[in-house]
């Protein structure tokens, strides 16, 4: 019987928690992760389907789709839910467009109390703008090599 | 429409526990996590691979923040092709354009409304 926990030594006890912390995390993380992951990708599809629905065109039925979940992220972040969820989907929350979402809103509300412009404004993107920068960045090194390819064609 | 579903679900819960994986065995913080995945749906949007992907799991590999990679990449060989050497520069934003003013826009709104909670 594990359950007498308050009887353990020190030793005893750290046992413990390594056992319980050592096998069931990984797996049990990863398949919140998906199944999180998963759900918010199904969001984005369902929002789509019925833009395409209601004769929409479907790139601008993807863009619509892709602005909701940014909403969504950001809404849920204001009203302290994102994170909440965070605690046990892990990375399903984080990669989808709704993390990137509430990697600009959670900073932002952190730092409000140092002003306005200093606080809120340049800590909203503290981490979607290395996103920004890396993505940009690799689509341009992309966009040269595509250039020359066509050009030597 | 089912089975269409069902593929969505899958291709945006393998990408999602890859990242956890990641996040579990190499202790690489979420915000890394975020910028190796861009940097990833942009280089393999380049190779050619992204698109097959796409088509099989469409929002799930669009949702995830790989599918900003894409867009990017997308939107500048869609714009090289169009305009030449200037799409280089102005097709990846303009391709990711109503995402980036969305998230500034409503990140703005969120952070605004929102009460900072007492540490």
Known sequence: MDTNKFNMTKEEYKEYVDKKSENSPILKNVLLAFLVGGIICIIGQVVTNCLIAKNIDEKTAKTFSTVFLIFLGAFLTSFNLYSKLGKYAGAGSVVPITGFSNSIVAPAIEYKAEGYILGLGSNMFKIAGPVLVYGIFCSFIYGVIYYVITMIR | ?119
């Open chain 2, 1 to 119: 429409m089912l089975m269409e579903y069902l593929k969505v679900f899958l291709t945006g819960g393998i990408i999602c526990s890859i990242a956890q994986v990641l996040i579990d065995k190499t202790k690489i913080t979420p915000a890394r996590i975020l910028v190796l995945f861009v940097s990833l749906g942009v280089v393999f949007t380049g190779l050619g691979l992204y698109q097959h992907i796409v088509d099989f799991g469409k929002s799930g590999a669009t949702v995830p923040i790989s599918g900003f990679g894409y867009s990017l990449a997308t939107g500048v060989k869609e714009a090289i092709d169009e305009k030449g050497f200037i799409g280089i520069f102005t097709g990846g934003v303009t391709a990711t354009s109503a995402g980036i003013a969305a998230a500034v826009i409503f990140g703005f709104l969120g952070a605004l409304i929102a009460k900072p909670k007492a540490k």
